[in-house]
């Protein structure tokens, strides 16, 4: 297949580790991949440039095209998920699906796609709900795949290619949950407090 009729994806990137299998797998099947980084729910801040940071050494090795997006907006982020925190996966999702979606209209790709996909941990329904919501929104299809029969794979590609990996989703409540042992989602109503 030539590359002028190669159709163009764009791959929504969470991390350089969830990216090894998504990447060559959609190269497998025809597709040209540019990958664009647009995080703004990863807390604290040097954890974001630590991923983002690993993506970008890994695109180098993978010679993978990245569109890494300036605006790490943590306070939109906080914004969006105030008083819905045991709900804060469908504001995420959306917040950064529907930004994947808008550049991929604006760079007149032929889909859209997540490395969320990949991980075990995620609610993959939503994220598939979400993109494809964000799809019809913008007029980008959601490029749907189950990628998480891929996941021990990714595990082991970063550790061999030693590129960071995370111990958590990303945002502030998956480290409370990490690394405090707070139950998020049994947040109390009155004063939202954290158990």
Same mark, same amino acid.
């Given at each position: 297949?030539?590359?002028?009729?190669?159709?163009?994806?764009?791959?929504?990137?969470?991390?350089?580790?969830?990216?090894?299998?998504?990447?060559?797998?959609?190269?497998?099947?025809?597709?040209?991949?540019?990958?664009?980084?647009?995080?703004?729910?990863?807390?604290?801040?040097?954890?974001?440039?630590?991923?983002?940071?690993?993506?970008?050494?890994?695109?180098?090795?993978?010679?993978?095209?990245?569109?890494?997006?300036?605006?790490?907006?943590?306070?939109?982020?906080?914004?969006?998920?105030?008083?819905?925190?045991?709900?804060?996966?469908?504001?995420?999702?959306?917040?950064?699906?529907?930004?994947?979606?808008?550049?991929?209209?604006?760079?007149?790709? !032929?889909?859209?796609?997540?490395?969320?996909?990949?991980?075990?941990?995620?609610?993959?329904?939503?994220?598939?709900?979400?993109?494809?919501?964000?799809?019809?929104?913008?007029?980008?299809?959601?490029?749907?795949?189950?990628?998480?029969?891929?996941?021990?794979?990714?595990?082991?590609?970063?550790?061999?290619?030693?590129?960071?990996?995370?111990?958590?989703?990303?945002?502030?409540?998956?480290?409370?949950?990490?690394?405090?042992?707070?139950?998020?989602?049994?947040?109390?109503?009155?004063?939202?407090?954290? !158990?």
């Amino acid at each position: 297949m030539s590359a002028e009729s190669q159709p163009k994806v764009l791959l929504h990137i969470c991390c350089g580790p969830c990216a090894t299998y998504p990447l060559p797998k959609l190269r497998d099947e025809g597709f040209e991949v540019m990958g664009y980084y647009y995080n703004p729910n990863i807390h604290p801040y040097t954890e974001y440039l630590k991923r983002r940071e690993s993506l970008e050494k890994y695109a180098e090795v993978a010679e993978l095209k990245l569109i890494l997006d300036p605006d790490y907006d943590a306070v939109k982020y906080f914004q969006q998920i105030s008083y819905r925190e045991t709900r804060r996966c469908r504001f995420c999702y959306q917040m950064r699906l529907e930004k994947a979606a808008h550049i991929a209209a604006r760079g007149k790709f !032929d889909y859209f796609t997540s490395t969320l996909l990949v991980s075990t941990y995620q609610n993959h329904n939503l994220i598939k709900e979400t993109g494809q919501a964000m799809g019809e929104k913008y007029g980008v299809p959601f490029l749907y795949r189950d990628f998480r029969e891929g996941f021990k794979q990714t595990v082991q590609l970063s550790r061999d290619m030693g590129l960071y990996r995370q111990q958590y989703c990303g945002c502030l409540y998956s480290e409370l949950e990490r690394y405090a042992g707070h139950d998020v989602d049994k947040i109390k109503e009155t004063g939202n407090k954290i !158990d």
